[in-house]
């Protein structure tokens, strides 16, 4: 990258500063004549300079032919003018400086407008660069790096590059000709003045840059120690684990505080020295008025300067400070984004960095072929540690190989060299002949699956997470409507301009091809079949299960969903288990469900419709108001109260009733014991309402046949479908769209499958209840080849960041489904089952091989009686190999294998 961030500005913007600088030029004259109509306006509007009388006219607006007089000898008038008094002439230069005034600021605001632009395009290319510099690293730099250190980087520390890169040719431009240009004003209507501004003016120039060095230092160390800190920050997320197994939470507290005192005392220091330069700089600036005022003053008495010139002389200086200032602060943020800006790019150029040639996504990824050779490959770390030894082997491409050793073999570090992404310190590996390090990205990343034994998911769909690795460039374009399709060409036109990638997000980026598929359909009948190869189908099932569908978008899906419905209840009927469900209906309260479902007889939409937002909820208040429920509410919510503080009396905090009885937290006994002390002394009526309203609040979540505290009489169950009804009136009069209400004949939008298709409550307290269920709708769902349907919808699940939503091994299994969906030649495989148990393992090699049939397998396996299955075998010991060959003759001779063996 360039170091200079001038030229760096310069070449990438030089069209757009040249334009904004001619704007500034072209402003110029207008500011001086703004500069010299305040003493027109008071020698000749207000003192009457030139006019006899009051009614005497003058020539306003004369405009000679320039060097006329010189070139014909008598000058050539292109317009007479006209005549004005004084009166008129004060109106006339008024309003001239009016315009003056609207024209300068429109020529501020033109500017500002373009210089903003122009930084925010040049912030967005160099953001850009920097992200795109980070995919060119190697993996052994990026395992280096702290990644809060490299977002702060990219997003907070070149935030201020931004706004100076717009003002870096423009600001001294503007600023430097209007301080010249009032320089010039003050020096012909006084020399001296002129002279004494002049001189305070160069103090400022020469004094405050000097005294701002220091603070630029500490600027610097500023941010590295913040830089260090939001580093420090995320290993305290990342190894949150770690810190509260081993009580560390204190140090941890320690290390920041110290690293935070270290920034407050930078911070200190520089704010110290930052508001002493602002106060030697503001008395250098009110010591020239004070000047002017005296000296001006003077001459004035003296007869040596007209009172108009004193007055715009003070007028023009009152916009001198401001253009001086601004320069001396353009100087110093200079030196600061300089400073920035060197530190940014320090980091983002290392020695090896891949060229930008090898991540082409136009490059042709033919197929590989032949052999896979390496010879005498080594692999020595910063450190100097040999992880890879001199190892040599040439094998079939279409080979399955399994590496074994123990954990300082180097095993895993072999299977990174053969997949390109560590570039080895010596030795060669050529598949086809062709060396892994030549070739481009687009090959090694289509052509070779390499999964990592801590595979990270990214923050999106399990879907997205599954099919990255068939998304290289964009296919086919977006389906757009015009008014989208028109954004998109600016948004281009405006990428171009900042250097940015062309290609567009929104089109469709799936190869299905390299999936072996025509289409999408195709695609997910693909997905499927791996899934359950990597034991994750059943999974994804389940999460479909529990997400939703838009019956807008998938009419089809909704009615087979119905039709489930009613499959389930006939199936549930033929097996004598109906009872196992309690259907909802809208005549009977449900005993199955909580109170807030009975009342809302529906799914919300929205947060004030939650069963814990009903309380504040003005509708359903004034519905249970109108039922008669409203005081019984208080009342059962009283006994709730009642109840749990006796229940919980002597139950230490982490007992199961807790969770049963979940209406009151552990915490807040203690407030709930007295307030019921309170009700029972008082009655619910004279209760504050804050308390009358958290008493209101515990019956909602209340289900009768779970906490069986016999609060719901047929009288109650009987207010409750009033109320229920009630509600829904008023929803769909007045609050429409806010609740999903339940029909039996109408798919609910804002449910979950399983809910839609259950359509009722599982009954509380039978045993083996939720398993006969889950089994049923199985087998419903599959009968009406609905299991698919299900699935894809699963595939939708947000996976969270770094796939944390998801176990360890569900991770690992969708890594090695991404690996193997774009049916790569050479299957690399590092350790990725190890947090697998010993039956699961063994199933996934045995599905992993079978569907790599015809192609190649390089497999780091952590058991070494798997590698049975495997057609060669490959025996490492500290980063030697040792031993090659089938299972049954390595075995026989390998002590080191019958060493792995015996421990296995």
Known sequence: MEPNLFKYVWRHSKRDQLAI????????????????????????????????????????????????????????????????????????????????????????????????RLGERMLRRLRYELADRLLRFRLGQLRRMKGPEVA?????????????????????AFLGGQAITAMVFIMSQSLWLGLVAGGIVLIQALLIPR???????????????ARQLAGRIGEVMDGAVEIHANDGSNYERAELTSRLGRIFDIRFEIYQRKFFVKFLNNFLSQLTPFIFYLGGGLLAIYGQLDIGALVAVIAAYKDLPGPIRDLINWEQQRNDVQIKYDQVIEQFQPTDILEPERQDPEVAAAALAGAVAVSSLSLIDDNNVRHVDAV?????????????????????????????????????????????????????????????????????????????????????????????????????????????SLFHLEADWTDYEAAGCSGPEELLARILEILEAVDLEEDVYRFGLNGAIDPAAQPDVAERLLEARDALARRLADQDREDLVVRFDAGRYNANASLAENLLFGTPKRPDYAAEALVDNALVRDALERAGLSALLGEKGLAIARTMVEIFADLPPGHPFFEQFSFIDAD????????????????????????????KALPFRYIEARHRLGLVDDAFAAGVVEARRLIAEAVRAKDPGAVEFYDAGTYNAAASIL?????????????????????????????????????????????????KRLSA??????????????????????????????????RLVANILALCEGRGVIWAIERAALAERFDTVLVMRAGRLLDQGGFAEVSERSEDLKLLLAED
């Open 211 to 225: 005294l701002r060095i220091p603070i630029l230092r500490l600027g610097k160390q500023r941010q590295l120690t």
């Open 755 to 803: 809910d839609n298709v259950l359509f009722g409550r599982l009954v509380y307290g039978q045993a083996g209840a939720e398993e006969a269920i889950g089994t049923a709708v199985r087998e419903t769902l599959d009968s009406l080849g609905l299991r698919p349907s299900v699935c894809a919808v699963g595939l939708d699940f947000e996976v969270g960041v770094g796939g």
């Open 668 to 695: 807040d006994l203690p407030e709930f014991r007295q307030l019921v002390t309170r009700a029972e002394q008082r009655g619910i009526d004279q209760l504050p309402t804050e308390d009358r309203r958290r008493l």
């Open 21 to 116: 600088l001619l704007l500034v030029l072209v402003s110029l004259p207008f500011y001086f004549l703004s500069l010299n109509l305040p003493k027109q306006i008071v020698n000749e509007g207000i003192q009457g300079q030139g006019f006899e009388s009051i009614a005497d006219t003058t020539v306003h607006g004369r405009i000679e032919l320039p060097l006329s007089e010189t070139l014909f000898g008598e000058p050539l008038l292109l317009f007479e003018g006209f005549r004005l008094d004084q009166v008129d002439t004060l109106l006339f230069l008024s309003f001239a400086f009016l315009a003056l005034v609207c024209v300068n600021g429109v020529f501020k605001f033109v500017i500002n407008t373009s210089k903003g």
């Open 809 to 842: 091994t569900q991770r690992q299994k969708a890594a090695i489904a991404r690996a193997l969906l774009k049916r790569p030649d050479l299957l690399v495989i590092n350790q990725a089952t190890a947090v697998m148990d010993g039956a699961t393992r063994a």
């Open 152 to 172: 702060t980087m990219i997003k907070d520390e070149v935030e201020p590059l931004g706004g100076f890169i717009g003002d870096a040719f423009v600001t001294p």
């Open 392 to 500: 040599t082997f040439e094998l079939p491409l279409d080979r399955h190989v399994a590496l074994v050793g123990d954990g300082t073999s180097g095993k895993d570090h072999l299977t990174l060299l053969v997949a390109g992404l560590f570039p080895p310190s010596s030795g060669k590996i050529r598949i086809g002949g062709t060396d892994v390090q030549d070739m481009p990205e687009a090959l090694l990343g289509r052509r070779i699956g390499y999964v990592d034994p801590s595979a990270y998911l990214f923050a999106t769909t399990l879907r997205d997470n599954l099919v990255y690795g068939l998304r290289h460039r964009p296919l086919r374009e977006a389906e757009q409507d015009p008014e989208a399709l028109e954004r998109w060409k600016a948004q281009l036109a405006e990428s171009r301009r900042a250097g940015n």
